[in-house]
């Protein structure tokens, strides 16, 4: 982070607006990739839910992206923090930030990252930050119906046809790899652990692999085997196409600043 | 100068609020949803707590504009409207006289809501009695519809299309 204050002073807020980051820009990224789907589902019925998630999710982001602006010293918004970092500035996990593909891909993505987000919410209504807790409240309970509407649709893909079968198998191939990366912790995120902020990300793994696998064997679909996991988002190291979801998502405060309607 | 907010009560204050409908729900107030968690009168005016029903509800900005509107049409001049996420708003906050409001709307309203439960996945819900004959005949559609809070049903005896407010 350009801004980030290197006294020792300021860690422990360079930890949290860090922290708050990853939290908030997975949610910011995955509700737009899912806006992408308003007027183009395969139904309207799933159009409508679609987009109710993706409002969840937007809107989670703007409670975490304007707490992490409230402890910055910077003087930024949460929309300054949405519209004016560029991609090497964003925290969010690759996993979110890939195309939205087929309904199979969008629906296993959805149901892989549900299951974390579920995990991490229910631990972080514990944080020792009020504010954190209130949020990860509010978190927890939506994404239950987040779990359960897309674990639905995973067992009637899995379930259904040939067609619906070999498509979600081949999603759940490409998006397994980038699963590792939700799990991973770091120096920043163990020392809020240690101050009862944060939860260790390396804790969710278990939970998240007991409900999952048990999904993709009800469904019919075979767990991968991977060898490599990606990762990097974490860092600001991600791949070509959160540039373009960034352009899309930010074009007219960067062409407008500050501007409003 | 003493501000004419202090002439209220509180209990006052909450009546102002409770003719404060819902924009997505017309038939509930704020209060009766159980968005105002609080009215305080400050020295200098009047400090509403609300809670938000869902992150992503763009009703929010509407519900705090005709809060603090409602207050300002009863002479308070100075309004200040905080967010409070905790406790997290639950359904189950909305009273039994407002549940009969919704009903009578048209709107099935929620059953008890569990967040401590296991999540059920590929499993039936339990049948949503139908608001317009009472039937519990029905069958889910969406679990989403003309807003996040609400699911889609149809009833199997009347064949009337309704929504239910989710329990959350």
Redesign the interface.
Same mark, same amino acid.
């Given at each position: 982070m350009s801004r980030a204050d290197s006294s020792a002073a300021a860690q422990p807020r360079n930890d949290n607006f860090q922290y708050l980051l990853r939290l908030g820009d997975d949610r910011l990224v995955l509700g737009h990739r899912l806006s992408e789907w308003c007027g183009h589902a395969p139904i309207l019925?799933e159009d409508?839910?679609l987009a109710?998630i993706?409002?969840?999710?937007?809107?989670?982001a703007?409670?975490l992206l304007t707490l992490a602006a409230n402890g910055e010293a910077g003087g930024r918004d949460a929309d300054a923090l949405a519209y004016t970092r560029d991609a090497i500035d964003y925290r969010n996990c690759l996993l979110v930030e890939l195309p939205r593909g087929d309904f199979a891909v969008t629906v296993a993505r959805q149901f892989l990252f549900s299951c974390h987000a579920?995990a991490q919410s229910d631990a972080l209504r514990q944080s020792a930050n009020?504010?954190l807790?209130?949020?990860a409240?509010?978190? =927890?309970?939506?994404a239950?119906?987040h779990?359960? =509407?897309s674990?639905?649709w995973?067992?009637r893909l899995g379930l259904g046809t040939d067609e619906s079968h070999a498509r979600l198998q081949a999603a759940v191939d490409d998006l397994w790899r980038y699963t590792g990366e939700m799990f991973l912790t770091d120096e920043v995120e163990q020392r809020l652990v240690a101050a009862k902020i944060a939860v260790d990300s390396s804790t969710l793994e278990d939970p998240w692999k007991t409900?999952v696998l048990d999904?993709l064997k009800?469904a019919g679909i075979t767990t991968p085997e991977v060898v490599w996991m990606q990762r990097g988002g974490r860092m600001g190291r991600h791949t070509e196409h959160l540039g373009h979801l960034l352009a899309e998502m930010q074009v007219l405060q960067r062409q407008h600043p500050g501007a409003t309607w | 100068m003493v501000s004419r907010a202090v002439s209220f009560t509180r209990a006052e204050l909450m009546a102002v609020l409770d003719e404060v409908k819902d924009p997505e729900v017309p038939v509930l107030s704020v209060v009766e949803l159980g968005v105002v968690r609080d009215v305080e009168v400050l020295d200098d005016g009047v400090r509403v707590t609300v809670t938000?029903t869902?992150?992503?509800?763009?009703a929010m900005a509407a519900i705090e504009h005709d809060i603090a509107h409602a207050l300002r049409a009863h002479g308070v001049a100075n309004v200040q409207v905080r967010t409070?996420?905790?406790?997290?708003?639950?359904t189950d906050w909305i009273p039994a006289a407002a549940r009969e409001k919704l009903r009578a709307y048209g709107i099935a309203p929620p059953g008890p809501a569990d967040?401590e439960a296991p999540?059920?996945?590929?499993r039936r819900r339990a049948a949503v009695r139908c608001p317009f004959c009472g039937s519990p005949h029905t069958q889910l559609?969406?679990?989403?519809?003309?807003?996040?809070c609400k699911a889609?049903h149809v009833c199997d005896e009347c064949r009337q299309p309704f929504e239910e407010f989710?329990a959350?």
């Open positions: 019925e409508i839910a109710n993706a409002l969840d999710l937007v809107g989670e703007n409670l579920l009020t504010d807790s209130g949020i409240g509010k978190m =927890h309970k939506e239950r119906y779990v359960r =509407h674990g639905d995973m067992l409900r999904v009800q | 938000p869902y992150s992503g509800c763009p409070s996420y905790l406790p997290a708003w639950t967040h999540v059920q996945i590929g559609r969406s679990e989403f519809g003309s807003t996040a889609i989710k959350i």
